[in-house]
């Protein structure tokens, strides 16, 4: 196709998937939907590739096909059916859980399938065994919700009722779904007639070949950009702090190859799948999860860059069967996406050894849906009720302080309102800012964290907190920077009863209770002691960082909302800078770093290797039985909540070589 009639059609279909988006935000009933915009839409060619996407609304994970969930159905789809699914395994990571109801039309110009329009939201609950259907306990897939196989909701324009009756006895928002199911239907029925206006201004033959081109040229332009990284092996791992089932933190492992603008991603020294939600089904296939960073880096060197499938057309992954991220069936999913901003993480981390001053340090690295629920006073029906997405703050790059409250590192979720999350439930938000302090300190600080309060009206609420995490192991800096500080969520902060809550699966309240969660920041970039004074000032009146932070950190002295200059220049000049050096000098803090020092990459290889010889039903316990032998005081609640443990390198050393020898001698 010749160059600028491809143009007008690269420009022409992102508008219609935005145009499906902006109807679904405006159709949809939930909060979640309507506020937080968890949902995504585009049109994927008969093949089963996304070719068009909106570049400012819904999600950016557009690495996927849609094959296998058309392959399951086992009927083709007709003129007017669509195709419902939720199920993780069989659409091979297509859903990544079983909120994500997912939509599927065809599209036809006379009997010539055309395109596939295709949808999901994130539904406030699927049924299961807890409110909302996510909670990081879950031990496997069937406590996740109703699970629903591809099956055509609709057939040849008419509602399939048997489908749908189902499915709201499944439920425990039936109406409000049904309302999103709607919505995500007259996304679909736009997205039709945008195409069909397309089809009729180039002609079909046109059309068709422009997919193809669409594809085509993403993936040239993007082999330009991924030709800046020099050649070579890049390893990385980070961890998640652990499986909300055992105390055992969990180890993500990337390591990259670069080849010519071409780019592997060998993840398959990663942990085994838990025993937990925090897998990521990806049935062995490159996924959206695993590839996004590169698309960041793709859209953020040539933002011309045609926002479709072919940008991964030269990146191939390598995973192992059995791992958290290419876990068996029933595994279950739901917390999903904390496992893949940690695997974001660690791809920064490969990133920055490559490319330092093109990669910024990585954010607070976690996304957590509030949810609150409450039985309704008149009805006493159960409300559900997403009341916000606490973002953390994304990290610092050369040049650039990190954005503060802001992270679009992994998800697109945006805040809901306040006064619509009062409307929807009994609740009073009390704050919701920026969190002091949070941010890791640098020459360039990272972006600031949030801080989240409300109170409950009513005995008997229940609040929940899917993806909280960086506990433990903070937002790591980089070149001199220092991490972002720690999660932390309380229950009623400031009172008598004040309660450090952690890592909650659900929470019951009563009258008056409050909870606050307070999120952590982006990793710094650079010594802090290079930040220029009067940043620091500005930072402490704005509120940003404390006067203490400022002292300690900074080497800056504040008296009376002014810089001491004698002072500060004292402070700066008694300890040498941290570090000049590039990108890939990081500052994990002492937790990471102690980790690091006993449990090396060869023990996790060989720990890993071992595991993998057993039978799956297995593998948890004896890393568990391991990982106490080796580091007692990791089962140690009150040594974990004061954030004590930090293993000893030379006796845990020592136990995990003989722990390991004695796992493989039994084998």
Not at 338 to 366: I, K
Request: net charge negative; hydrophobic share 40%.
């Amino acid at each position: 196709m010749d160059p600028i009639t491809l143009e007008i059609l690269n420009t022409q279909v992102a508008a219609a998937s935005e145009e499906m988006a902006l109807t679904l935000k405006r159709t949809a009933r939930s909060l979640y939907v309507k506020e937080a915009v968890d949902f995504g839409v585009g049109l994927v060619t008969p093949e089963g590739r996304f070719f068009g996407n909106p570049r400012d609304f819904g999600s950016a994970l557009i690495d996927h096909d849609i094959t296998p969930t058309l392959e399951a159905l086992g009927e083709p789809l007709e003129s007017g059916d669509v195709l419902l699914t939720n199920h993780p395994y069989e659409s091979a990571g297509l859903v990544s859980h079983t909120p994500d109801l997912t939509l599927i039309r065809p599209y036809y110009s006379g009997a010539t399938l055309v395109c596939y329009g295709y949808t999901f939201v994130h539904s406030t609950d699927v049924g299961g065994k807890v409110p909302s259907s996510v909670s990081p306990t879950n031990s496997e897939l069937f406590q996740e919700g109703l699970l629903i196989p591809s099956v055509k909701l609709m057939r040849r324009g008419e509602w399939n009722n048997d489908v749908l009756r189902l499915y709201r006895a499944n439920v425990r928002t039936p109406d409000l779904n049904c309302h999103d199911l709607t919505a995500m239907l007259a996304a679909l029925e736009t997205g039709g007639k945008r195409v069909d206006a397309l089809v009729a201004e180039h002609g079909l033959e046109t059309f068709m070949q422009g997919q193809r081109d669409l594809l085509d040229y993403a993936a040239e332009k993007a082999r330009a950009v991924l030709r800046q990284i020099p050649d070579g092996t890049y390893d990385f791992w980070d961890f998640l702090d652990d499986d909300a089932i055992t105390p055992v933190p969990m180890r993500f492992h990337v390591t990259m190859t670069v080849t010519d603008g071409r780019i592997h991603l060998d993840f398959t020294e990663t942990d085994p799948q838990v025993e937990s939600a925090y897998n990521v089904p990806t049935l062995g296939r490159r996924h959206a999860w695993l590839t996004v960073r590169i698309l960041h880096f793709v859209t953020t060197h040539d933002p011309s860059v045609p926002m479709n499938g072919g940008i991964f057309r030269d990146v191939t992954v390598a995973l192992r069967k059995g791992t958290i991220l290419d876990p068996a069936f029933p595994a279950a999913t739901g917390v999903r996406a904390a496992s893949a901003y940690r695997l974001n993480d660690a791809v920064t981390g490969a990133f920055a050894q490559a490319v330092d001053e093109d990669v910024p340090c990585p954010s607070g690295g976690a996304m957590v849906p509030v949810v609150l629920a409450e039985y309704e006073q008149l009805s006493g029906a159960r409300n559900v009720v997403v009341l916000n997405s606490i973002i953390v703050g994304s990290g610092a790059r050369r040049g650039s302080d990190g954005y503060d409250g802001i992270d679009g590192s992994l998800s697109t979720i945006r805040n809901t309102p306040v006064e619509k999350s009062e409307l929807e439930a009994g609740v009073e938000i009390l704050e919701y800012g920026l969190n002091r302090d949070s941010a890791g300190p640098g020459q360039w600080r990272g972006g600031l964290g949030l801080r989240f309060t409300f109170r409950v009206s009513q005995s008997g609420s229940a609040v929940l907190g899917r993806g909280l995490e960086r506990f433990y192991f903070r937002p790591w800096g980089m070149a001199g920077g220092l991490p972002g500080a720690n999660m932390r969520v309380v229950q009623n902060i400031g009172t008598a009863r004040e309660k450090a809550l952690g890592k909650i699966d659900i929470v019951w309240l009563e009258k008056g209770d409050t909870v606050t969660f307070l999120t952590p920041g982006g990793g710094g970039y650079g010594d802090p002691f290079l930040r220029a004074p009067e940043a620091v000032l500005d930072d402490v009146l704005s509120g940003f960082v404390s006067p203490e932070s400022a002292e300690r950190d900074y080497g800056v002295k504040i008296v009376e909302r002014a810089i001491d200059p004698e002072a500060t220049a004292r402070l700066r000049a008694a300890r040498p800078l941290r570090s000049k050096g590039s990108g890939d000098a990081f500052d994990f803090g002492p937790e990471r770093n102690g980790w690091d020092a006993v449990f090396t990459r060869d023990h996790m290889r060989a720990l890993n290797d071992a595991l993998m010889t057993r039978p799956p039903s297995q593998r948890q316990s004896l890393r568990q039985d391991l990982f106490r032998s080796v580091v007692p005081e990791l089962f140690d609640a009150d040594a974990r909540a004061a954030r004590r443990v930090i293993p000893d390198p030379e006796a845990s050393g020592e136990r995990l070589e003989a722990a390991i020898a004695d796992l493989v001698k039994d084998h």
